[in-house]
């Protein structure tokens, strides 16, 4: 499956497959600091997470988004007890950074989960993460304050 904006020629997300679960695995390792899990991943806890969790899951999807075939990131959604979770999110490429692509590719995801169900759609943010702000200006808003993390939801 791939999802295309008009927007940004060249800017494609594909679902991922088995080809892609190694490149996922070194990513959220490299940057577990964003993530509540820390711990590294092993190549074998990856496998099995993709043949018995996520090909298993009819309603979890993540995509590795590309600009021109050069990977810029990967974003994920799920639905969790009938709310969309913006899950995953991530931007390798720091060559791109700036350039609109993850925002672009965070609506594309939204419009996405809303096609197949039109339900809150929501996401879970560690407290430090500076990526907080970018949810905020791509249409999230604080719901819940926890110890170490926000509740966001999509408002747009």
Do not use: C, H, P
């Not at 927007?7 to 964003?34: A, P, S, V």
């Not at 990131?73 to 950074?97: A, E, P, Q």
């Amino acid at each position: 499956m791939r999802l295309q904006t008009d927007i940004y020629k060249g800017l494609t997300l594909d679902l991922i497959n088995e080809n892609d679960i190694e490149k996922l695995r070194q990513w959220k390792n490299q940057n577990n600091k964003f993530f509540f899990k820390k711990e590294t991943i092993e190549k074998t806890q990856q496998e099995l997470w993709f043949s018995n969790i996520y090909l298993t899951d009819n309603s979890n999807y993540i995509f590795i988004i590309k600009f021109n075939n050069i990977d810029v990131g990967t974003i994920g959604v799920r639905k969790i007890n009938k709310i969309w979770d913006i899950y995953n999110v991530m931007n390798i490429s720091s060559d791109l950074i700036g350039k609109g692509f993850m925002s672009i590719s965070l609506k594309l995801v939204i419009d996405f989960a809303r096609s197949l169900d039109d339900v809150k759609i929501r996401a879970k943010v560690l407290s430090d993460n500076t990526n907080l702000k970018w949810y905020i200006k791509n249409g999230f808003k604080i719901y819940k304050n926890e110890d170490y993390f926000n509740l966001i939801e999509y408002k747009i």
